[in-house]
């Protein structure tokens, strides 16, 4: 029904201190640990929004990545904003924000640190800063799951429930962490909507 | 009108909450006025004393030897309960499952040490996979934790996949437990009523948290013609602020109308809105504005946190499931609590009482700005 009929206009992936977008190496800070990364990162791209310094590191992960995947190639206006938005999964769910607000909970219990103990808070953040008031959806998943993408995908593109969809895995526990994110669009241009494309660009680290 | 998709009916089900272990059960409950929320002193879970409804301390819910946590006992009986009014398999190759909660089993961080295998203990996929295992699904489950709405979602995504043909049945299934964990910070947000919560009342001063487990069966089979179905969902984000509800109401009214626009129906013809009402001030003006917005100001409104407290993700799934319950027996359930207009005014109703429901809509609305609605039709 939909072969052939979407495609990923932009993508990105930050994974091991570095950032890619469209397979190009566009960042890398070898040796730091993931904050100071994702702080980097910030800095690098010249990104100026001061609720990034409020985020849970889940947050921060995802809003970099998709900052950069929207930067210079995305005009939001081309679409109602209702009809943008994002499909989302991850492994671990919030329990980087979880271990680190109950550690918090023996000294004072924090609403700041509490609010990101739900994974779907990063899909939040990232609305907020683009209008973005669509369908969005987050799902645990074992591993990045290219089939389960593309068929969620397809189906809210295929009955006009979005006409642009944010997807893929943001994922952070401890030191370990991954954001794949790709923008798909029905567009002439792009590489194709494909699970082995999928796959091909989240392994490119 | 006029859509010919699959019909999605409902052919089982189940709420297993400290009110009754069966749908019957907590049916009449509520008929009877009776509220799962109670005061209590629970050291293990607060300094102070609160307003919540729980299960008894050490209450089990599978029998024998196992090592199931409380959260997927509750699931495990909840399913359990549920296919034993079936005849599906849930090793067939077109058997579904998806589950839904906001925290799985975060409790253990409380009373076990912080390592990796503790880690990978309270990971929703390994409740998940216990969960198939236990009545081997062949299918890999789907988990959605999408915050308050992730009942809501979960019934909409299995219409979903029913309907493109992924599934010919599917069950989708939820709970979450009442943890110190959620409980400090529900406090540290001062979002908690020392009393039994008061839905869209006047002097609503926040909400109660509950624990339960709920499972809704879906099957696409025209055998099941006649039963309740799902025909619609609508989902939608504020991009306004991640704790804080709407101002306008606007985009929990447009997931209504998104949701009314799928199942083909108008306004006028919807007979119940089972609504989220967590008896926030801040939620259910919201809410009520997002009823008005969709042109629903006349219909009867039902909210059922009164009786069980907020259950998070599995709210969604036990409120549909009582809004399908009042279809079926003609009987609008009331809002407990509720005594004076304290919201945009509403048709909210106070007490037990008859009517004939052909459609109703359920909203709930979440943290991240998440809004759901879905669409029930007899």
């Known amino acids: ?205 | 009108m006029g859509t010919n998709k699959t019909d999605v009916f409902i052919i089982a089900d189940n709420i297993c909450s400290p009110l009754g272990r069966t749908t019957q059960q907590n049916f009449e409950q509520i008929k009877n006025g009776i509220s799962g929320v109670q005061k209590h002193d629970r050291p293990d879970l607060s300094d102070v004393p609160i307003a919540a409804s729980l299960f008894k301390n050490n209450e089990f819910f599978v029998p024998g030897t196992h090592s199931y946590t409380k959260f997927e006992q509750l699931l495990i009986a909840s399913i359990t309960n549920a296919l034993s009014h079936t005849d599906i398999k849930a090793d067939d190759p077109k058997t579904g499952l998806i589950i839904s909660s906001t925290k799985g089993n975060i409790s253990l961080l409380e009373t076990e040490e912080n390592n990796s295998a503790l880690q990978k203990r309270i990971g929703l996929n390994t409740s998940a996979q216990l969960i198939a295992g236990h009545f081997g699904f062949i299918n890999q489950p789907i988990i959605i934790s999408n915050a308050c709405i992730s009942g809501v979602m979960a019934i909409v995504t299995g219409m979903r996949l029913i309907q493109s043909g992924q599934y010919d049945q599917i069950v989708i299934t939820g709970a979450d437990v009442i943890s110190k964990f959620v409980l400090s910070g529900f406090q540290s947000f001062q979002a908690l009523s020392t009393e039994r919560c008061k839905p869209f009342d006047k002097n609503r001063k926040g909400l109660n948290l509950g624990e339960g487990a709920a499972t809704v069966i879906l099957s696409g089979d025209e055998k099941y013609q006649g039963n309740i179905r799902v025909t619609g969902g609508g989902i939608t984000n504020d991009a306004n602020h991640i704790s804080g509800p709407s101002r306008t109401g606007q985009e929990l009214g447009d997931a209504i109308i998104k949701a009314m626009n799928n199942a083909g129906v108008k306004a006028e013809d919807i007979g119940l809105i089972s609504a989220h009402g967590t008896a926030t001030p801040y939620n259910d003006e919201m809410e009520a504005k997002a009823i008005m917005l969709a042109g629903l100001q006349k219909a009867p409104v039902s909210g059922l946190k009164g009786f069980y407290g907020h259950t998070l993700g599995a709210a969604g799934l036990i409120e549909t499931i009582l809004a399908k319950q009042s279809m079926e027996q003609n009987t609008l359930l009331p809002t407990l609590g509720f005594q004076e207009t304290g919201t945009a005014p509403l048709n909210i109703i106070n007490a037990v009482s008859n009517a004939a429901i052909k459609h109703c809509v359920k909203t709930a609305s979440g943290f991240g700005g998440c809004n759901g609605a879905l669409v029930l039709s007899k």
Request: charged share 20%; glycine share 6%.
């Open chain 1, 1 to 205: 029904m939909s072969a052939g009929k979407y495609h990923i206009t932009s993508s990105c992936i930050i994974s091991g201190n570095t950032v890619y977008k469209n397979e190009v190496q566009v960042f890398g800070q070898p040796g730091t640990n993931p904050g100071d990364f994702l702080l980097a990162v910030y800095q690098h791209f010249e990104l100026n929004y001061p609720k990034f310094y409020k985020m849970d590191s889940l947050s921060k992960l995802g809003w970099l990545a998709s900052e950069v995947l929207l930067k210079d190639c995305f005009d939001k206006n081309k679409y109602e904003h209702e009809a943008i938005g994002l499909v989302l999964t991850n492994a671990n769910s919030s329990l980087d924000a979880d271990l680190k607000y109950w550690d918090s909970v023996h000294d004072m219990a924090s609403p700041s640190l509490f609010v990101y103990t739900l994974p779907n808070i990063v899909i939040g953040e990232i609305c907020i800063r683009n209008g973005f008031k669509g369908e969005d959806a987050l799902y645990i998943t074992p591993q990045f799951d290219a089939v389960f993408l593309q068929q969620q995908v397809n189906y809210l593109l295929d009955n006009d429930i979005l006409n642009a969809c944010i997807c893929g895995w943001v994922d952070m526990i401890g030191g370990d962490y991954k954001a794949a994110l790709f923008l798909v669009e029905e567009d002439e241009d792009g590489i194709e909507f494909e699970i082995e494309e999928l796959n091909r660009i989240f392994n490119i680290t």
